[in-house]
């Protein structure tokens, strides 16, 4: 087996499903300029639901995914207006909500859910061997059905009318609701997208790795890392940073060691931070982020 | 004075007085003749939160014990002869069983500890890990309260706590009666060792690996990867470009063995592969992937489906036929052993006193001693610890053939060695 390869496929898959954790967080600080501390919660939710859709109502994969995301989409929109609309423009009480968020929906996962591991398993089986290159079937696939889902996106954020009116709003939210654009209706939107997406990255993980109460929490940690490495609300620098750190997860591991593997991606943030603080592709927007 | 004044003072005191009354914790009341005591065993245990899985298992084998022990029948009194209940100078006790759920959480176990030494007035308890443990010693020893614990951990037992046993299989014990077995009679002379990044992880991968080496194994690698990690294929791809005979995925998180197992077959690996570390069968089953990734693994920490001692067998019907056989497997047998072993102290000793009961206890051993784990058991550990309070007990090595976990082999630490 060659390990260059190796590693490079391994991180490049990683990578691909980081992009879906990262992107759902990095749209929520750009357009609602809040930080959700219950993201990696939401990753669980998206993990769970397509597990009882698929498992324990045999319904077809495609339709729990799609179900998933048709869920989260709407609980997004009525979080937004339930919860978040009060609080806009107040970044602590933003901050305590999500954190809120976060407590009450892993303890509540562990009520519901039960304490033991779950998989999403039989999905897309099989192993694939592509050159000295050994992966299985579920990683190729649920690594191009992320790309996908990263395209539909950047279709939306960069085609669509809704796509503007999110950019608009990110750059300046007063100056766009005087162009007309409602910002009530574009937060709501946000966090909808934001959490169909993780609740995606949650139904593509739950294949992969199992699916337990705690599961968001490693990948939402990562997700921090990645949105500040690639830039604070750039979506092409997130997208960037992801497939980096999966590149940089995958590497260090296997070369140097797993335990020193998130130091070297930490680091690499922490690097990124006083070296370059606007990110790969983030705007310049000075130490404090204003302009 | 005012008759209802006074109607209203007598219907006070009279409420009054029964609300202290239902609140007082008196004693067991003077039991009548050939009446049992009932004496509180308290359980400071994980009932929820990730540590469940095994918490609940545990508790639920502990509570299958006390019934035993109290009525007599089954194991008790069937396979060991014994009358409902136990007896010091001559008096009838029983059991209660009182557990609380601290959830893994140190802050909380305090509490718990508090309640059962304080409130319930228990002189014995059981820890369930050393989580609940470390905080809570000076309340355990101030109040010289008999422990057992069920976990690994440093500084679990020590000649300064000569009232606290631990009742598991240690990894040094475990690997000193495996590996000589994994060499000499399966025949890998190869090894790449992946483990966790915690104190037990590193004592499982020390340990293995030191018995490897003093038995001719080349251990060709040794990879630790951070807890809580669920993609081990960087690890796994460097294991197998050594090609090695065998990987020891030791101190795997139980509900990860399976996905251990399934990434390294996804790798394209279909060489042996040996768990050395506690496994629920059932989570083991739903996360690798496919029966077939699992055929042929081999394993410790459980015993076989065929539960082959009477003991055995008894647990695991009783634990079925209360819980359902997707709840069973055979990692559960040791946990019925503490409140067996005390009670079985407690008649040697003859006596409720704690340090009586640890003098008789660390003096037990086979056939005197009997483990659900198998025979022969004993208490060692003095050589490691200053003290012989750790439960040795057989390995067994299970190998998964058609689809089933059967033993291969049962296998005796050496008795010299701990």
């Known amino acids: 087996m060659e390990l260059f390869p190796q590693a490079l496929a391994g991180g490049l898959g990683s990578g691909c499903l980081y992009i879906l954790v990262a992107l759902g967080l990095s749209i929520i600080l750009g357009v609602m300029k809040t930080v959700n501390f219950a993201h990696g919660e939401f990753v669980m939710l998206g993990a769970y639901f397509t597990f009882y859709f698929y498992s324990l109502t045999g319904m077809n994969y495609p339709v729990a995914f799609v179900l998933t995301l048709v869920t989260l989409f709407a609980l997004g929109f009525g979080l937004e207006k339930a919860f978040f609309r009060p609080v806009r423009g107040n970044m602590l009480a933003g901050f305590i909500l999500t954190l809120g968020f976060s407590i009450l929906l892993l303890n509540l996962g562990f009520i519901v859910f039960g304490t033991k591991s779950r998989g999403i398993s039989g999905v897309f089986p099989g192993m694939l061997e592509l050159g000295s290159v050994h992966t299985s079937v579920e990683k190729v696939a649920t690594a191009a059905i992320a790309l996908g889902v990263m395209v539909a996106l950047l279709y939306i954020m960069y085609r669509t009318k809704l796509g503007r009116s999110f950019r608009a709003v990110s750059q300046d939210s007063e100056a766009a609701q005087l162009q007309g654009v409602n910002i009530g209706n574009i937060h709501s939107f946000c966090l909808a997208i934001s959490l169909a997406l993780a609740g995606a990255a949650g139904a593509l993980l739950g294949i992969i790795f199992n699916i337990y109460p705690t599961m968001g929490t490693r990948p939402t940690s990562l997700a921090f890392v990645i949105i500040v490495t690639g830039g604070l609300e750039s979506i092409p620098g997130t997208i960037l940073a992801a497939l980096l750190v999966g590149l940089v997860e995958s590497f260090v591991s296997l070369y140097v060691g797993g335990e020193v593997s998130w130091g070297a991606i930490f680091l690499m943030a922490f690097l990124m931070i006083v070296f370059r603080p606007r990110g790969l592709l983030g705007r310049d927007r000075g130490f404090l982020g204003r302009e | ?418």
């Open chain 2, 1 to 418: 004075m005012n008759r209802k004044l006074l109607v209203a003072l007598v219907l006070t005191v009279v409420l009054v007085g029964g609300v202290l009354a239902g609140c007082a914790k008196g004693g067991a009341p003077e039991p009548g003749e050939g009446e049992a005591i009932i004496i509180p065993f308290g359980t400071c245990s994980c009932l929820s939160g990730p540590y469940a899985p095994w918490g609940l298992s545990e508790h639920w084998a502990q509570e299958i014990i006390v019934d035993d022990i109290n009525e007599g029948g089954g194991c008790w009194g069937d396979i060991y002869g014994h009358e409902p209940g136990f007896r010091v100078d001559g008096q009838l006790y029983k059991w209660n069983l009182i557990a609380y759920d601290y959830k893994i959480d140190s802050a909380e176990s305090v509490k718990v500890i508090n309640r059962l030494v304080y409130e319930d007035k228990c002189k014995f308890i059981h820890v369930f890990v050393w989580v609940a443990l470390y905080p809570n010693r000076d309340t355990l020893e101030e109040n010289k309260i008999f422990v057992s614990e069920q976990g690994m951990g440093e500084d679990i037992i020590g000649p300064e706590f000569p009232r606290t046993f631990r009742f598991l299989q240690e990894p040094n014990t475990n690997a000193a009666a495996l590996v000589p077995y994994l060499h000499d009679e399966l025949g890998f002379n190869t090894c790449c060792i992946i483990g966790d990044d915690t104190a037990d992880g590193v004592v499982y991968s020390t340990e293995y690996g030191n018995w490897m080496r003093q038995v001719g194994m080349q251990v060709l690698s040794e990879q630790i990867y951070e807890p809580g990690t669920q993609d081990y294929t960087p690890y796994l791809t460097k294991a197998i470009a050594e090609n090695p005979d065998l990987i020891a995925g030791l101190k795997v998180d139980a509900p990860l063995m399976g996905m251990f197992v399934k990434q390294a077959r996804e790798l394209g690996y279909e060489g042996e592969i040996f768990m050395g570390a506690p496994f629920t069968w059932k989570e083991l089953v739903e996360t690798c992937g496919g029966m077939e990734n699992i055929e042929g693994l081999l394993s410790t920490m459980m015993i076989g489906e065929e539960c082959p001692l009477p003991r055995q067998k008894w647990l695991r019907d009783e634990y079925i036929a209360r819980h359902g056989e997707m709840e069973w497997d055979g990692s559960i047998v040791d946990r019925a052993d503490p409140i067996h072993m005390i009670t079985l102290a407690i008649e040697k000793a003859n006596s409720l006193d704690p340090d009586a009961v640890a003098m008789a206890l660390e003096s037990m051993e086979s056939p005197e001693l009997k483990s659900f784990y198998g025979d022969p058991c004993w208490f060692g550990g003095e050589t490691v610890f200053g003290i012989n309070h750790d439960l040795v007990t057989p390995a067994h090595l299970i190998r998964v053939t058609n689809g089933r976990p059967v033993t291969v082999a049962t296998l005796t630490p050496p008795r010299d060695y701990y």
